[in-house]
């Protein structure tokens, strides 16, 4: 999707100004737009992304594996099989994505549900009394819970072939192994789903501006913000005014936070992480593993080395994917410039960037290792999800650039988190997203948080509209079965899960 180019000297408002102008084309902005486009449809938008086509960083089908998070076979949302808090809020989150989008469909805004969102069984496996006894002790913590009582647990070799007969194929079945299933789990196309949404904001009359790149943020003593920057073909710059930002740039968030001048922002650093995935479209292949299946991380490594082999369904064509497999660049994005990280560096983030690095020598260790590591030695770790897989069937491909969030601390003088993080300037007229998973399945939920934060006086006005949107904001999906499965039943049908 190619909007035409705007002339920046052309007045697009009142006085020139834009009510929003949103910064990147992927999925944070194009769930902003959409819902902007259903709460407000008479404000003018405006969006640029730096690159050429919409959605062909993070969101991209191929730069992330593609699971809508739900807490469901993430092992790294739950640590201690004790405490569901974090597993429970983010299915939570989740049942309010699938709402939204549902409701898009029923209204006509979003075509063909199967082009984005496909059903794929959330699954995790786990090897060895200690990794057993864990995922046993998770399982019994969550079925009692409503969000998570339709799970299934198993030690039986047998009941796990009949789930997913790649695990079991050749395996030594002497090691204690067990899982857990969920049936109604899903494979989103994130890529896809953005560039749907972004036409819902077309439609109400927003413009979008590929080519374009922002590269200055400056709010006047009026409170309107003045954008500028360039369009990356001809070289020319361009200015226009509005009043509310959003910077949902991925990588480039911080820098752009930073150059607006936000306190908020004071002493905050990100580092980079990359990733690689094993890819197989071999049909005899993909056709034996319908599912999400995730696995126990080793002692010591970070939450994103989680291991899972994932079915893909993107364009129609069913794939496989197993990784992550760590890589490093400087650049926070995978199509940005080695110097990006040093760009984002402060006098006030370098102690803190440090000491994050100091406090996270496993990580550091982790790294290197996968810098270090051969073709072989990450084929043998598919292999101990696939004991049978051929080599010939899969080829190693790169994924996208995650900038990972280190924050200021009083303690510990700089953090390293591995979470998504909503920054709002104090006075509610620019807000930016920060960090990683699972930010693009929970989107909906972070934008209406950014609602509340920024725009309180409108809130009354809009409610009425976003509760039809998504009834979860009024009444939790999660507090009791009934909702559960209504919830379930009737997105499954309108997204065509069922």
Known sequence: MHAARIDSTKPVGPEGILDVVLIGGGIMSA???AMIAKIQPDWS???????????????NAWNNAGTGHSGLCELNYMPDPDDSFKAEQIGELFHLSRQFWAALVADGDLSDPAGFVNPAPHMDVVFGDRDVNYLRHR?????????FSAMQYTEDPAVIAEWAPLLMAGRDCTVPMAATRYAAGTDVDFGVLSRTLIEVMTKAGARVQVDHEVTGLHRAADGIWTVTGRDRNTKQRFTVRAKFVFVGAGGYALRLLQKAGIPEVRGYAVFP???????????????RHDAKTYGQASLGAPPMSVPHMDKRVVDGQESLLFGPYA?????????????????T????????????????????????GQLLST???????????????????WRLVQAGQRAQLVKPDAHHVGVLTFGTELVTGADGTIAGLLGASPGASTAPAIMIDLLERCFPRQMAGWSPILHTLMPALAAPVGVDQRRVDDNLARTDQVLGLA
């Open 45 to 59: 938008m405006l969006m640029f992304e730096r690159l050429g086509q919409l959605a062909a960083e993070s969101s």
């Open 345 to 368: 560096l402060r006098v006030r983030n370098v102690a803190v960037l440090l000491a994050a690095g100091i406090q996270n020598l496993t990580l550091v260790r982790y790294l290197i």
């Open 375 to 393: 073709r072989a030695r990450k084929f043998a770790q598919l292999q101990r999800f696939y004991p049978t897989a051929d080599p010939d069937d």
């Open 327 to 343: 890589t490093f660049s400087t650049r926070l994005l995978k199509y940005g410039r080695r110097t990006d990280l040093f760009t």
């Open 31 to 33: 769930t902003l737009g």
């Open 139 to 147: 399982f019994q913590t969550l079925r009692s819970l409503p969000l």
């Open 273 to 287: 992480f990359g990733a690689q995935f094993l890819r197989t479209d071999n049909p005899e292949v993909v056709s």
